[in-house]
T-cell receptor, first 114, second 113 residues
Framework: AQSVTQLDSQVPVFEEAPVELRCNYSSSVSVYLFWYVQYPNQGLQLLLKYLSGSTLVKGINGFEAEFNKSQTSFHLMKPSVHISDTAEYFCAVSRSGGYNKLIFGAGTRLAVHP | EAGVTQFPSHSVIEKGQTVTLRCDPISGHDNLYWYRRVMGKEIKFLLHFVKESKQDESGMPNNRFLAERTGGTYSTLKVQPAELEDSGVYFC???????????FGPGTRLTVL
């Protein structure tokens, strides 16, 4: 079985500051890793994913994440946030290979202040 | 191309009533998933269809929940009778095949009073 822990339920940050949203996972099998974002009144949108290869993954809207197998982490980062990045962010895993039922963390609310 | 759509966007019902949620996947997507987020907790998997067949319903909480996907197109999730703890946001997602990206709908917010 897999599980995901998002270490911060809320992260306040000022505009143009850097941000890191933390995610740790647990799994006895190889996994794929994902970050999704939910803007107010919208569905979940895929920000980025790690399937294999380079451990630094670049996504949309200037976000990137680094897969660290030894620490079982997949932290999301952005060097300079904008007001429009205010949203809820979800880390998720699925078993690698054919079946991709997603296991989500509890979410992190990012609040960007002017 | 239209995305995943869900209807209704909000539903408020009383305990003991029945509610049916609908999901229309992206055209051509054989895989359809239902997820639920209760009380600001993690989003949890409910079940997975491939075309009209249930591949995995391990996340369905109990027999008050019934999911169908007639003809392998849209899907419905019926809750009968609804209980207070069923309140939450129900998400639907679809993907082209079992290993490709899932696209999510906007969700249905269900409130049981």
């Amino acid at each position: 079985a897999q599980s995901v822990t998002q270490l911060d339920s809320q992260v306040p940050v000022f505009e143009e500051a850097p941000v890191e949203l933390r995610c740790n996972y647990s799994s006895s099998v190889s996994v794929y890793l994902f970050w999704y974002v939910q803007y107010p009144n919208q569905g979940l949108q895929l920000l980025l994913k790690y399937l294999s290869g380079s451990t630094l993954v670049k996504g949309i809207n200037g976000f990137e994440a680094e897969f660290n197998k030894s620490q079982t982490s997949f932290h999301l980062m952005k060097p300079s946030v904008h007001i429009s990045d205010t949203a809820e962010y979800f880390c998720a895993v699925s078993r690698s290979g054919g079946y991709n039922k997603l296991i989500f963390g509890a979410g992190t609310r990012l609040a960007v202040h002017p | 191309e239209a995305g995943v759509t869900q209807f209704p966007s909000h539903s408020v019902i009383e305990k003991g009533q029945t509610v049916t949620l609908r999901c229309d996947p992206i055209s051509g997507h054989d895989n359809l998933y239902w997820y639920r987020r209760v009380m600001g907790k993690e989003i949890k998997f409910l079940l997975h269809f491939v075309k009209e067949s249930k591949q995995d319903e391990s996340g369905m909480p109990n027999n008050r929940f019934l999911a169908e996907r007639t003809g392998g197109t849209y899907s419905t999730l019926k809750v009968q009778p609804a209980e207070l703890e069923d309140s939450g946001v129900y998400f639907c997602a679809s993907s082209q095949d079992r290993s490709s990206q899932q696209f999510f709908g906007p969700g249905t917010r269900l409130t049981v009073l």
